[in-house]
């Protein structure tokens, strides 16, 4: 710690882990990238304050309530800190201060907040929920989310969004931005993408086998692009002895997008073949079952006719 009026430094340490089950197959048609390819932050937190990179917020639209998991980090408290939500509809002025009802257990908040009558995110209507969150009174976290009301669920071999029956019309996107190695050319290109892909008829954007920025899923949210999200794993080690690390990484990747409106669908992997133990596939589709509310997953988005364990 540098005294009051120096300059203070910031050192960050990578392991870009060339190989890795999770660099995805963009590393086969390009150069691998690694380093500082996305933005890094600096954090002023309090004593006790919400570790985002869990945080659970989304719509349900059945119950017409906001759903809530708030991972407390830091000093966590034997009982739970005061919480407040408001929420807005994006593009409104004025904020709502719905009723929330709490549970705390484990160093987690579970909540819902009743919001009559939610207008629901669509590609034709993008609706999203601005959230404000306060923990721990006055001098407690604040932190901002957004979160959309929808459904998708499988009727055979049709899918319905919102309980209307959806045809999908997608693009594959590899992720693939020359002249960069690192696939983040920037907002601009990735809303030009979306605005392509819907000026041509598209509905539908698959992220295959590599995960954008976080920025490119809160564009498809606004936009109204549906997205497919295949997680960055190319031939991995889906054996037994991997099991535990795997369930770590896959639940980042769960965790990462699953507050987005806008992603529907989710593949495990591609490609595996038989060398994939079906024991293994089906604890990581139970995983993303039981960590994304309404998710509709398949095991491997390769070959017609592999699938094994899945949903569509």
Known sequence: KAPAGQAHELRVRLDEQVGHNSQGFLP?????????????????????????????????????????????????????????IRCRLRGETNWTVPPVQATFSEGRIKANAALPHPRPWSPAEPNLYELQIALGGEDGDRFETRAGFRSMEVFGQQLRLNGQPLQVRGLLNWGFSPPLNAPNPGEAVWRQEIELARGHGFNLMKFCLWIPPRRYHELADELGMLTWAECPTWHPNLTHEFLEPLRREFTEFFQYDRNHPSVVLRSLTCETGSGAELPVVQSLYDLAKATIPGAVVEDDSSWIGWNRVHDF
């Open 28 to 84: 086969i048609i390009a150069p691998h990238f690694g380093g500082l390819w996305q933005d890094v932050e600096l954090l002023l937190l309090p004593e006790t304050y919400c570790d985002d990179l869990q945080l659970l917020a989304v719509g349900d639209l059945g119950k017409s309530a906001l759903q809530f998991e708030i991972p407390l980090a830091g000093t966590v408290p034997a009982t739970q800190p005061p919480l407040s």
